[in-house]
């Protein structure tokens, strides 16, 4: 790669739930705390969904704490919405990646109908947006030192690129 960094957005990636009981208080809203979580299943599902767990890279001699939070609420989220985390990379290099998600409500037919190769960089997404954010993680290895993840795991540094570059190298 002739760049040691991408700083653009890859496309977006989602998971689909429902809004359990327990993540909602007496109200039914969603405690803010729990779109933390939901960012967190956003990132693992990405990761799966290029072919590897975290399982998996904890097991290769990675981890990816997070260093940095943002997050913005603009809707609440209630019991039994049907909830869609959308996730992208927006920065990667072998030793940090950054993530911007948006949490959204969907109706039935707009999860139905939902078609992930239409929403690239700069399409709208469906829904009503509940909460925006961003994380940024560091790659370290078990004695929580900065890795490389091009060294460590290359099979994954090299998915991540191809995935923020979309083919354009």
Known sequence: MSRTSVNQPSRWFTTSFRVRYQESDQM????????????????????????FTYRGMEEEGVLLPVVDLEMKYLSPAHYDDLVNVFTR???????????????R??????????????????????????V???????????????????????KLYDALKSSLLGGEE
């Open 28 to 51: 039914g809203v969603v405690y803010h705390a729990n779109y933390l979580n939901w960012f967190e299943m956003g990132r693992t599902e990405m990761i799966r969904e290029l072919g």
């Open 89 to 103: 990379m927006t920065v990667f290099s072998a030793l940090r990646i950054h993530y911007e998600y948006e949490v």
């Open 105 to 130: 409500r969907l109706s039935e037919g707009e999860r139905d109908s939902l078609n992930l190769s239409l929403y690239g960089r700069d399409q709208e997404l469906p829904g009503d947006l509940l």
């Open 132 to 154: 925006r954010g961003k994380t940024n993680h560091v790659w370290v290895n078990r004695e929580w030192k900065p890795a490389r993840l091009d060294k460590s795991v290359p």
